[in-house]
């Protein structure tokens, strides 16, 4: 398993730790990561975390759809509904359901997870409505969010706020980067990118995106800024810039859980069992003969060293 992640797809791992090596310094100094900084070479997974997991859930409706972690359990978001899995991988059960009547929601939405006082919350992306729901599912309550437009991208929860964050789409002169609610919806906080302005016509375009809570703190820029934003309750403040990539590398999900950092692949079983039939080692090869190749996408979950 440790000669199957290249360097490639372990990149960012050192952009994560200098992030926050960055935030736990006293000192207010904006770095700048240019691509030939990351030396491209081989990497031994273990050399950069003590714990892997292979997660291969086991529900005949997963697909691979937006994940939110909670310390026990993980969210996956279908178009059959919020689906909960424990950490092994089993479906436990549902928050909510698909369509129209109390406790429902229906098109595009996003989840975030309230481990303090153990609230799911679903954010209807179409309609900027906030459901409120128990660990078990027991819808709780709904409310309409004051966002400035509708269809933020992602939201997260962190000490009594929700961030919201937006895409980028091109034909809007000052899109917003990202807003910042209390948990029942109120507008606190809003960012508004003065510095782009786009004329009509078609544009490639992602979601502008974050890296994390760091303590409490959010981390978050988009694709036209140079800049990394380190947002908090106080304010934001910038703490690094982009140089020159080509390209950039983005892992599909990075979190962290009681203080440790963890960053999660996602693999479709073929491309797994192919490569790791190909290693010379024999445990891998063996650990191939664990995915079932039918079966659903497989999380491939390691924790960062301290």
Known sequence: MDNYFSMRNLLLIFLLLFLYSCYNKLESTIMVWNYDDFIEKSLKVSDIADEMTII???SIDYQRGEIT???????????QGVLKYNNEGHLIGRIG??????????????TAINEVDSIIYVYCQDNSKLLS?????????KHSVQLPKEWAWK??????RLYFYYTVIAGESSPYIYAITDTIGNL????????LHFAQGNYYSFSSTNLGCLGDTMLVWNQYSDTIYRVSEKG?????MWGKWNPLFFPYNYFVIDGREYLEAIYQPYELVDAWLASDDPKIREQAKSIDEEGNNVLIRIR???
Do not use: C, M, N
Request: proline fraction near 5%; charge should be negative.
């Open 304 to 306: 960062l060293k301290k």
């Open 155 to 160: 939201f997260y929860h962190l000490k009594d």
């Open 97 to 110: 359901s698909i369509g129209q009547g109390p406790g429902e929601y229906v098109g595009s939405y996003t």
């Open 56 to 58: 291969q859930p086991d």
């Open 69 to 79: 972690h909670a310390t026990s359990f993980f969210l996956v978001g279908t178009e």
């Open 188 to 195: 606190l906080s809003l960012k508004r990118d003065e510095s």
């Open 236 to 240: 934001e403040e910038p703490v690094a």
């Open 133 to 141: 729901f128990s660990y078990d599912g027991f819808f709780l309550s």
